[in-house]
């Protein structure tokens, strides 16, 4: 059984940062791609980042690109998202999820545990 727990959320305003942290259990985080999506109100879930099981590749979606950084720390069961240059429409809830195989992708149907959510408001 893997667990996923999000943490970092919270209230910011437009232009400032925030970095979120999902930490897994399990003893093979290393072999697995991580992904974070988000969810705000009334909209479907969108994916918003994934990265490789070593980190060497990273997709982002276009409305994140170049705002949004997301890392791994093997050693310490840990996926990062560094978020910089915030929006009040990246309000939602941000959630981590692994995904059974080593390469990353953007299809939520790909990822097999999902963490609880961290909310992300920005304010304008």
């Known amino acids: 059984q893997v667990q996923l727990v999000e943490s970092g959320g919270g209230l910011a305003q437009a232009g400032g940062s925030l970095r979120l942290a999902c930490a897994a259990s399990g003893r093979t985080f290393s072999t697995y791609a991580m992904g974070w999506f988000r969810q705000s109100p009334g909209k479907e879930r969108e994916f918003v980042a994934s990265i490789s099981w070593s980190g060497a590749n990273t997709v982002y979606a276009d409305s994140v690109k170049g705002r949004f950084t997301i890392s791994r720390d093997n050693a310490k069961n840990t996926a990062i998202l560094q978020m910089n240059s915030l929006k009040p429409e990246d309000t939602a809830l941000y959630y981590c999820?692994?995904?059974?195989?080593?390469?990353?992708?953007?299809?939520?149907?790909?990822?097999?545990?999902w963490g609880q959510g961290t909310q992300v408001t920005v304010s304008s």
């Open positions: 999820a692994r995904r059974q195989y080593a390469i990353a992708t953007i299809d939520a149907n790909d990822y097999d545990y």
